[in-house]
């Protein structure tokens, strides 16, 4: 069974994780604030506009903010606004405080009381999560998955099954290729993400508007946690190598396949022109190929080398005997495959 904890419950975990990594660093000793590293994003900041009468102290807002705003801003997906504007306003009568990325506003009259004042970081908290249509928090067997949804109108069958296939998939992916792997994971349903899904850190971006049109996609699931199982950081290894194992494992691993008419497409002359860098699907194809042609457990070799940085060209030789140039040629040549996909009965 599935375990859910509250919503609030979550959000303060998050604040209290996420804040070492957001808050921006402490002055240097003589007292200026040292530089932002070239790349680096800028640090979260509130800027806060009271013209009216009632007095506030900044630093207990500040720290209200710090220990709230970052972690809503990691969680809450695309490009989340990390300069923001508190208003104090005293135009309003039963207005209390509201919150959106970039801007919060607070009503005089009800902040000046001490009590709605302390508890600022906990109103914050809440009123930023409105921003959210729901968030789920589930645990089961020593996995935990948090599911952010931002869209009201998303397909909640969608949202079933892509939990679903994250406890199915996840813990296997872990157990076999990454046991370091994170149990913690963050699924975000974004209305501002144009792209399909992509995975960073923890976090995984599902655009509700792709996953409406294609609701039968959930493999999606597969393919993006395994980016987080492989875990490989910055220059391990090309793009075209991580996107090839991720589809390898999606044909591998993936729950439904069938159903989402998902395949390897048969080789063609044209792939010639980029070969196995073509990445996706065609290098999958090709990586299958080496499974069951070559050496089976070579491309999970490859993806052991990438992990612990110790991957280049010569890796392919020392495990294979030839080059990755060489191994496609003999693919170009005879590429027929025996393929089986997975799939799902659906209601």
């Not at 375990?3 to 402490?26: C, E, H, R, W």
């Not at 409105?130 to 397909?155: C, E, P």
Request: with cysteine; glycine share 4%.
């Amino acid at each position: 069974m599935f375990k859910k904890i509250s919503n609030l419950t979550f959000l303060v975990m998050l604040s209290v994780t996420a804040f070492a990594q957001t808050v921006p660093p402490n002055a240097t000793p003589d007292g200026q604030t040292p530089q932002r590293r070239r790349n680096a994003p800028r640090p979260f900041a509130v800027t806060i506009v009271n013209n009216t009468k009632v007095k506030l102290d900044t630093a207990q807002v500040n720290a209200a903010f710090k220990t709230t705003y970052p972690p809503f801003a990691a969680a809450d997906g695309y490009r989340t606004k990390r300069e923001v504007i508190m208003r104090v306003i005293d135009t309003a009568n039963t207005f209390t405080i509201s919150a959106i990325p970039g801007e919060i506003i607070v009503n005089s009259k009800w902040i000046k009381k001490k009590k709605n004042f302390n508890n600022l970081q906990v109103n914050l908290q809440e009123a930023l999560r409105k921003n959210w249509a729901s968030v789920d928090t589930i645990k089961k067997d020593g996995y935990q998955l948090v599911f952010i949804n931002k869209n009201s109108d998303f397909n909640p069958v969608i949202k079933k099954e892509l939990i679903e296939t994250y406890f199915k998939v996840f813990p296997t992916l872990v157990s076999t290729f990454n046991d370091k792997t994170t149990r913690e994971v963050l699924f975000v349903t974004d209305t501002a993400y144009k792209g399909v899904a992509e995975a960073s850190g923890n976090r995984i971006l599902f655009s509700t508007t792709y996953m409406n049109a294609h609701p039968t996609d959930i493999d999606i699931v597969t393919h993006e946690c395994m980016h987080l199982v492989q875990g490989y950081g910055y220059g391990s290894g090309p793009v075209w190598l991580t996107e090839g194992i991720a589809d390898f494992i999606r044909y591998k691993y993936g729950v439904d396949n069938i159903g989402s008419k998902w395949f390897l497409p048969d080789f063609t002359a044209k792939q010639n022109e980029k070969k196995y860098e073509n990445s996706y699907r065609i290098t999958a194809r090709f990586f299958e190929w080496i499974d069951q042609k070559v050496k089976p457990g070579l491309i999970i070799q490859i993806d052991k080398e990438l992990r612990s940085h110790t991957y280049n060209q010569n890796t392919w030789v020392s495990l294979s005997g030839k080059t990755i140039d060489e191994l496609w040629d003999d693919y170009a040549k005879n590429p027929e495959l025996a393929l089986k996909y997975s799939g799902k009965e659906r209601i």
